[in-house]
Each structure stands twice: as structure tokens, then as C-alpha cells.
């Protein structure tokens, strides 16, 4: 299985320049849909890092990061259009920054090639075809060594030989990733994917950020380790179904969101995406997760008054119950 940090760019663009390239299709077009995806990847990004940094303090698991996006344009199936693209001189790149991030207050760009982590130069990792996401995997693992125990980090850009030294803070250990392909999402345990075609992209942001914090609730529960070690009986799956639905208002509140925020995406998606089939399986019916959300805002609102971090941690069960079925 291909790591959490191979970032999902890496292979969904470059599917699409495999099939633009088979196609004859010019780099205009090229150009027009790798900044389209990426404008994806920047919002997914900047609503990703709020709602990870903002639950930081209750996360089980975190890392210190920086709000950088990087890419390997060795990775894209037309590397010399996406080099051309971004005028880069190395592979390794500034996809995108996290906005209110510490790499934005530092005056980084978008596009920017990177040399060098804490004095590792980036072009002695090798890159291989056979695993054309390894060396985005070791560029990852360098950020995260580098900022253990809340160290900046040291960076050497192209562009100079001074380094630009970046602070890091504490975000839940969870990659968000839009994907080429598909119209859906789901958590997998360490990343959340979302497809590119997902209905919910033309929706307000803080409604996009209720369906993100759904399947981050998944990956902070642990519900894919737990359900992959005791197996998808129905019941607990729509368990874990139950217990994200509750944590969606909770983490949209620490990541500054409003809360109902989560009850009006379910009043949007539900009717058309939510009901019939997934009421008699894994999911109850839209109305009815609607009220299990509604039921949370109050104590929500009560816990403002006792603190400025919202414990959610304190009303959740870290895995599904027992209930017969």
C-alpha cells in the first residue's frame, strides 16, 4: 500500500497528463487543468489545517508541522510540462500554503523548488520509477524529523543560499487529499480522500469543513483500525457512522467554524445523497443524523462557557459500543 504521505496530487495528476498526453491534448489545456486541481488542493488544504491545528490540543496522535503542500513534479506523468509550468528548477516544490500557517507568515511562495531540509539536500533522495511516490514519502519524513518537539524547520530554496528557518505547530496526524478520480469520501485510518468530483465542493466552506470533520472524527476515533481488526458487522459500522456525526460540530467549533454548520450540510446532502438505501444498512436515515448533530450543538455551547478548547475527547468512546443488534 502506497504511505499516508505520498500525497494524492502525485497520482491523480498524473493520470490526467497520462490520458492528455495519449490524446495529443495541447499544454494549455494541460496548464488550465493542473491549476484547476489545485486550486482543489488549496482549499481542501486550508480547511484541512484548521480543523487539524484548531484540535491539536486533543488529538491523540499529532505532528508539528509547517502548512506546507509539497510535490515531486518527478511524480506527474508529464514532468517537464509541470516543471515548465511552475519554472522550476528541482522536483521537489511548494504545492500550496496552509493560509494563517507558520510558512505563510514567513514569506514563502507557491511554486517555490526546495533544496534542502536541515541542511539534507533534497536532490541526493533517489527517485524511482517502480515507486514514483518514495521520494515525496522521504521529503515527508524529513519535515517531521526535523520539527520533533516543536523545532523549526531550516529551508534552502532555489531561489537564494539564505535558509528560511520556519516555525511548526502541533496538527492532528491526518492528510487530507483530493484525488482525480471519484466523487466520494472516506478515511482510511491516516489520510482522508476526497474525489475530485465530490458533490460537496460547490458548497459554502464551512459546509465542506463539516464533511471533512466527519471522516477526520473517523481517523481520530480509529474507527478503520478498529473496524479492520473486528470486522464491518453492520451495526458497527453505523456505530462509528453515529460517533463521527456527533464529533463533526465539536472539532468545526475548535477549528473556528460555526458549529450547525454541520447540521446545514446534512440538510443539503442528505435528501439527495443520504437517504433510502443507507437508512437499512450502515447509515441511519439523513433526518435522523441530523438530530444526533442537533443534540451535540447545546453541549457545545455550555462548554465555551468552562473553556476555550472544546473537549471532545470527554464525550466519546474510542471505539463502537456493544449494543446487541
Do not use: M
Given at each position: 500500500m502506497k504511505p499516508f504521505l505520498a500525497l494524492a496530487l502525485l497520482a491523480a495528476t498524473s493520470s490526467a497528463a497520462a490520458s492528455?498526453?495519449?490524446?495529443?491534448?495541447?499544454?494549455?489545456?494541460?496548464?488550465?487543468?493542473?491549476?484547476?486541481?489545485?486550486?482543489?488542493?488549496?482549499?481542501?488544504?486550508?480547511?484541512?489545517?484548521?480543523?487539524?491545528?484548531?484540535?491539536?490540543?486533543?488529538?491523540?496522535?499529532?505532528?508539528?508541522?509547517?502548512?506546507?503542500?509539497?510535490?515531486?513534479?518527478?511524480?506527474?506523468?508529464?514532468?517537464?510540462?509541470?516543471?515548465?509550468?511552475?519554472?522550476?528548477t528541482g522536483d521537489i516544490y511548494i504545492h500550496t500554503i496552509a493560509a494563517d500557517s507558520p510558512a505563510i507568515q514567513t514569506g514563502l511562495e507557491r511554486g517555490a523548488s526546495l533544496l534542502a531540509i536541515n541542511g539534507v539536500a533534497l536532490k541526493d533522495i533517489d527517485w524511482s520509477p517502480d515507486k514514483p511516490w518514495m521520494r515525496l514519502y522521504k521529503v515527508e519524513y524529513l519535515f517531521r524529523v526535523a520539527a520533533k518537539d516543536r523545532k523549526p524547520v531550516a529551508l534552502q530554496l532555489s531561489s537564494g543560499p539564505e535558509l528560511i528557518v520556519v516555525p511548526t505547530v502541533p496538527a492532528c496526524r491526518t492528510r487530507f487529499e483530493v484525488v482525480y478520480s471519484g466523487d466520494d469520501m472516506g478515511a482510511d485510518g491516516g489520510r482522508v480522500r476526497i474525489g475530485r468530483g465530490f458533490p460537496g465542493f460547490v458548497y459554502p466552506d464551512d459546509e465542506l469543513a463539516a464533511a471533512m470533520a466527519h471522516e477526520l472524527a473517523h481517523n481520530i476515533l480509529r474507527h478503520p483500525q478498529w473496524l479492520n481488526a473486528n470486522g464491518r458487522k453492520r451495526r458497527d459500522v453505523r456505530e462509528t457512522e453515529r460517533e463521527a456525526d456527533r464529533m463533526m460540530p465539536w472539532l468545526l467549533a475548535n477549528a473556528g467554524y460555526d458549529p450547525q454548520a454541520a447540521i446545514r450540510f446534512m440538510e443539503r446532502w442528505g435528501p439527495e445523497h443520504n437517504g433510502g438505501l443507507f437508512r437499512n444498512r450502515t447509515h441511519d436515515g439523513w433526518d435522523e443524523r441530523i438530530e444526533s448533530i442537533r443534540a451535540e450543538v447545546p453541549k457545545i455551547e455550555a462548554a465555551r462557557v468552562a473553556s476555550a478548547t472544546l473537549n471532545w475527547a470527554e464525550h466519546f468512546s474510542p471505539r463502537p459500543s456493544e449494543e446487541p443488534q
Open positions: 492528455a498526453s495519449q490524446a495529443g491534448e495541447p499544454r494549455a489545456a494541460f496548464s488550465e487543468d493542473f491549476e484547476a486541481f489545485r486550486v482543489l488542493d488549496t482549499r481542501v488544504h486550508d480547511i484541512g489545517w484548521k480543523l487539524r491545528t484548531g484540535n491539536a490540543a486533543i488529538c491523540h496522535e499529532t505532528d508539528n508541522e509547517t502548512g506546507l503542500l509539497v510535490q515531486d513534479a518527478a511524480g506527474y506523468a508529464k514532468p517537464d510540462a509541470v516543471r515548465k509550468q511552475l519554472s522550476l
